[in-house]
């Protein structure tokens, strides 16, 4: 067996105990809490996924699978349960004798053997009503657990459960269809967007394979990538992304369109040199800055004054004048109550900002190392800006997803012009409204054909055998998607004179 299907220490699993799901990453002396238990998981080190494991007095025991198999079904059974009452009066043993049996050291098991042989109406029941007491009981006193590794579905699932709003409803089959549509495969070249914890950009490497190129735009500094983490991923499948923040998509598309074209090109290399040189301003010392900058400020306040004492002395002259009529007289007086407002309010502002100047000099320098470390950054930001601009400005990508919290029109009318024609995009809403008003405005714009917006119907079976049943409760809704592929734009019209 190869070392990959082995757990191994600091691998993410996930721990199954009936349709409950545990994201839990492993190491020595890390102790597990479930169910109101708490116990180390080190005896599952080097053993293969999808072993069965049960806490008795705090220690794992692996559980072979045919002892599962042979608790499945009892041999002795009734008929029927239509003459069955079933309430407590049934149950000989009372909570202080269970308590009793626990305390006493006995397994969930024989627990659950004695409750059997104490139950009045065990034997009456058929056979499925059997398996299902027994099947409540073991949730109830055992705890009992299989080890599986972390994938998509089993993801989605558990944020599905515990917390959907964390990946915006996104339902498992709504996750497929998002990836069938996009057509994502080994060596796409995929534009992705998403607010879900990481999960749909998890999904896509996951298909992928370590072959292909991913460029996620994500709103925050650093993109959240919590469910990615989880996969156990090589280093292979982590050089595939890239990523951008979206405030720089409105620098991206005039650098792009800089290299389009020469002239261009040259300005752009001119605004390069202008930040650099305001870079290397800011890198200076702050005291002789800061100085210039109060120097600059008084010289305007001296000037300002000077303008407003010339016009206080305007209106005494003024005023010492004849009277050559009233209007004249209320149009001068408003003339110089305006002056004066204005140079007040100049005056104020420039005495805030120069304050505002004043405090930011007052901060803490920084040390040579945090410089280098800014810095540092700095330049690593840079080279992935670089490196995504190389990517996008060949405007040849696979595919487009959008899977985000945001009003999705905007993003998607802006990287729309970065996929090559006969290529499907796809975007996800958990209210159809923002993907009507994508549709409307694709419909007016042109260049996308097979324009639709669908919602997925989803509803869970049970399968057993001569039991097989959908189940009552099921989700209202997995969302909506909006698919489409696009062609070549129309020529623009001129309008008619």
Known sequence: MESTDCVKEGDNLILKKENSLKLFKLWKKRRVFMDKKDFLLDAALGQPYGTVWEVRNNDVVQIDH?????????????????????????????????????????????????????????KDKNVYSQAKYRKKKREKHLTRFQILRPSTRLLCDMYWNRAPSKIIQLRADTLAQILTAANIQSTS?????????????????????GQGTIVQFHSEDKPVRLAVDAYNFPQSYQDTVHSLVLGNVGRLF?????????????STEVEKSQVQITEKMDTESGDTKQTLQQGATCTEQSADLQEER???????????????????????????KDQEESAMEITSREESGTEKKQGKGKRKMETPEQKEAKLERQQQRQEAFVKVKEILQ?????????????????????????????????VYCSNKEPLMECYLKLRERGGAISLRITETWLRNYQVLPKRTHPLVTMSGTGGYLLTGITVEAPPATSPAT
């Open 310 to 336: 010339k016009a206080s002395d305007d209106m005494q002259k003024d005023e010492s004048k004849t009277e050559v009529g009233s209007s004249t007289e209320s149009a001068q007086s408003a003339k110089v």
């Open 66 to 122: 045919s002892v599962i198999q042979a608790e499945q079904v009892d041999s002795a059974s009734g008929g029927d349960n239509r003459n069955i009452v079933d309430d407590s009066s049934t149950q000989k043993l009372s909570r202080e004798d269970i308590s009793s049996l626990k305390e006493s050291g006995h397994s969930g098991e024989s627990i659950i053997e004695q409750l059997v042989e104490n139950s009045a109406s065990f």
């Open 394 to 426: 060949q405007k040849n990508m696979d595919a487009l997803v959008i899977v985000s919290r945001f009003q999705p029109s905007p993003i998607l009318m802006a990287l729309i012009e970065l996929l090559a024609l006969s290529r499907p995009f796809v």
């Open 254 to 266: 005039k650098e792009i369109n800089c290299t389009e074209s020469p002239k261009a090109q040259e």
């Open 189 to 209: 070249k995929v534009m992705l967007v998403e607010s879900t914890q990481g999960l749909v950009l998890g999904a896509m490497m996951e298909r992928m394979a």
